[in-house]
């Protein structure tokens, strides 16, 4: 069985690194995603101490980038722009704490073939590694699948750009898989398959970045994200289809509540 590390989405403490790692360590996290997909609060000074203590206490971390820094835009106007700019500032904060993925979302269609939109988030974040490299920061980036069934972010979707991309992986959010299926997932096979097509295209040796909570969906679109037990996805098929693979796996906990992570967490290390 291949190691398993959680945390939560949300750093517990923006008074000080010592604080939330204080946190993290009473809790029994092993992981924590930087949260700054609501905008950026963490400066350079907090992200480099967050990190060396991070590493002292075998925490792992990654970042979330803000909503709004996705590609995939059709003109390289002034909202590509600023995407382009909260991806870099990303890279350069989880360079600082050592963070690893880049949580972004992949953007929309924009009334254009699936196939159009891909290319462009493809193209787009070529264009973006060569810039982030030029800094010192080409940090691997992960892409996320959304939750909604006809948008931009299928697991097809995310699979494509990362397969085209070595330094992207698979952002696996089970939750969101489990709202576009209308509740399939509610076995070890449906897990597994997800994480064998992700295994196929991520580089060797880099760990599942998941992210998992219970949801409330409707008409195969994501609502809001559960207390654990209120809905129907399980942690006990991600534990029976995680022990299939010898890829180590971190999950992120995006429940609403400290009971319902702590709940998760019992579960796939148990």
Request: charged fraction near 25%; proline fraction near 6%.
């Amino acid at each position: 069985m291949a190691e398993i590390r959680i945390g939560p989405a949300r750093v517990p403490s923006r008074e000080s690194p010592e604080e939330a790692i204080r946190l993290l360590r009473e809790r029994g996290y092993t992981a924590c995603e930087i949260d700054c997909e609501g905008g950026f609060w963490m400066g350079y000074p907090f992200a480099e101490r967050f990190g060396e203590i991070a590493r002292d206490a075998e925490i792992s971390l990654s970042l979330h980038a803000p909503i709004a820094g996705f590609l995939g835009h059709r003109e390289r106007d002034k909202k590509y722009r600023m995407a382009v700019g909260m991806l870099d500032h990303s890279a350069g904060l989880a360079a600082s704490s050592g963070a690893a993925p880049v949580v972004f979302h992949p953007g929309f269609l924009l009334e254009r073939p699936r196939e159009q939109a891909l290319a462009a988030v493809v193209d787009q974040l070529g264009d973006l590694r060569e810039r982030l490299e030029e800094k010192e920061r080409a940090v691997p980036f992960g892409v996320e699948i959304m939750g909604r069934v006809r948008d931009f972010g299928t697991a097809e979707d995310v699979l494509g750009i990362s397969a085209q991309l070595g330094w992207v992986r698979p952002v696996l959010d089970f939750a969101h898989l489990h709202a576009t299926s209308d509740g399939a997932f509610t076995a070890a096979d449906a897990f597994a398959d997800v994480l064998a097509a992700t295994d196929r295209v991520q580089e060797p040796g880099t760990p599942f970045h998941i992210h998992f909570s219970d949801i409330a969906y409707a008409n195969r679109n994501e609502t809001k994200h559960l207390p654990y037990g209120e809905g129907t996805l399980r942690a006990e098929p991600l534990r029976e289809a995680l022990d299939r693979f010898d890829r180590p796996a971190t999950v992120i906990s995006e429940s609403p509540d400290e009971e319902s992570s702590q709940a998760i967490r019992a579960i796939l290390l148990g």
